[in-house]
């Protein structure tokens, strides 16, 4: 059976002064977060010594402002941590793979690889060499290159040493024209693979930033270039994009 509790204003009162923190606003006087929150200003020195008690808020003896506590930064850590980057990220692969129809992807970073862990196949798909577990390439894949745009430089300079082996007619072989076409990348906020991996097969590609800012996966989708047109790769990138950058936010990333 279920079992009815009455709502605790002081718990809700409490949350609604450390949600009144962000990014932008970092520290606040105790008068506007009195009446952000609609409390008399005694009622919020009440509740903001109890939270800096608790560790939840602290306050700059010499401005007398308050900010967010080591505890409510332990906290926001403690969620991140618990997430599943996979259980995260797949109901955004789902919605994608219904909206277009194509094949998803999901890639994570580990130093200078990236491996596909997770891929979503939509029913009439054309076949991918692509598999979970499986390296993606670096150089010519929009996955890849998504991944290889956000690393280090001392890293993108050692995975172009090594060699850009070419697969199509398109696949760039050049260590300055994929400088400049990773600067574009980085610039958009996205990557697209135009039948350099194989031809016939292009797909749009957006990073996936942590809290730290650092880029940890991609997501793709990708297709039959007679179904995923140079037309439709702005629709595309748009729709990526904001599946990635909802996902970021969950993982706590703020611009």
Known sequence: METKYNFIQSVGRAFSILEQFSGDERALGVTTIANRVG???????????????????????ETGHYSLGL????????????????????????????????????VVVEGRRAIYIDKVEAPHAMIISSRIGQEALLHCTGVGKVLLAFMSEEDRKAVA???LKRYTENTITEEGELADHLRRIRQNGYGIDDQERELGLRCVAAPIFNARKQVIAAISVSGPSS?????????????????????????????
Do not use: N, W
């Not at 906290?75 to 219904?98: C, H, K, M, N």
């Not at 729709?239 to 996902?247: G, L, R, S, V």
């Open 71 to 106: 505890k409510a930064f332990e906290l926001g850590q403690a969620y991140i941590s618990g997430q599943d980057l996979r259980d995260l990220t797949r109901p955004f692969l789902l919605q994608i793979v219904e909206k277009t129809m194509e094949t998803v992807h999901l």
């Open 227 to 255: 179904r995923i047109t140079r037309e439709k790769l702005g629709e595309l990138s748009k729709m990526i994009k904001q599946a990635t950058d909802e996902i970021s936010r969950k993982l706590g990333y703020r611009l």
């Open 161 to 163: 040493s090594e060699g």
């Open 39 to 61: 409390l008399h200003k005694s009622t919020c020195f009440g509740l903001l010594h109890t939270l800096q008690r608790l560790g939840y808020i602290q306050q700059d003896p």
